[in-house]
């Protein structure tokens, strides 16, 4: 009886290719959670040559005009109360988006104070524009 231990292949997984694909997966999935960060400020600029109408009832419409008197939704509000009456505003149409249509002329810093205001409330701001 010739009893010998046979040798046996050694089965193997070439893994050089895998550092690479999940290499590139890597990078795949860090330039998608960038894109979709949801705590970007999505604001337009003033003049869009694909300005299109969005508003629907829900959302709350803030105006300031040229010489910084401010409108929710046509009913005309001092600054000094201007948060208080948009929490009022969003909780009664259950709203979390405001869309502010701001004069040309106002500044920036208008502007930053407006988005303290709503960023305190934890409302979404977006910025109406006018097509070119």
Do not use: C, H, W
Not at 24 to 29: A, K
Not at 102 to 123: C, E, M
Request: no cysteine; glycine share 0%.
């Amino acid at each position: 009886m010739n009893i010998r231990k046979r040798t046996r292949e050694q089965s193997e997984v070439e893994t050089g290719a895998l550092a690479d694909i999940l290499f590139f997966l890597m990078m795949f999935f860090l330039m998608i959670s960038t894109l979709a960060s949801p705590d970007a400020i999505k604001l337009l600029l003033p003049e869009s040559s694909t300005a299109q109408q969005t508003a629907t009832k829900e959302n709350i419409r803030l105006t300031v005009d040229e010489n910084n008197q401010y409108f929710v939704d046509d009913v005309p509000v001092s600054f000094d109360v201007l948060e208080s009456y948009l929490a009022e505003q969003a909780k009664s149409k259950n709203s979390e988006t405001v869309i502010l249509r701001i004069s040309k002329d106002r500044t920036v810093q208008d502007l930053a104070k407006i988005y303290d205001i709503v960023a305190r409330l934890n409302l979404a701001l977006v910025m109406a524009t006018d097509k070119q």
